[in-house]
């Protein structure tokens, strides 16, 4: 059974870091395609960024130079480092895998960037 569980969200100032953490069960880590998605207030979900099982990485144009996605296969975790967060990154974060062909997220992490 493929488990997502995400932590580390919170309230955070504009300007301000926040570190995502989730944690990973039921596949085999080091070979996963993991990534972050969020759902800000009222819209669609949007990736954020993706690492392979290689650690290449990819980012959407709005987080690009702010967060930085990364893995430690040692304890099954991806880790998404947000820094100079910004009001319009307010939303619910996602943890995501495709995994043998089967998209699975987790429940998700709410971040809310206000002053």
């Known amino acids: 059974q493929v488990q997502l569980v995400e932590s580390g969200g919170g309230l955070v100032q504009p300007g301000g870091s926040l570190r995502l953490s989730c944690a990973a069960s039921?596949?085999?880590?080091?070979?996963?395609?993991m990534g972050w998605y969020r759902q800000p207030p009222g819209k669609g979900r949007e990736q954020v960024a993706t690492i392979t099982r290689d650690s290449s990485t990819n980012y959407s144009d709005s987080v690009k130079a702010r967060f930085t996605i990364s893995r430690d296969n040692a304890k099954n975790t991806v880790y998404l480092q947000m820094n100079s967060l910004k009001p319009e990154d307010t939303a619910v974060y996602y943890c995501?895998?495709?995994?043998?062909?089967?998209?699975?997220w987790g429940k998700g992490t709410p971040v809310t960037v206000t002053s």
């Open positions: 995501w895998t495709f995994y043998f062909g089967i998209q699975y």
């Open positions: 039921g596949i085999i880590f080091s070979n996963s395609f």
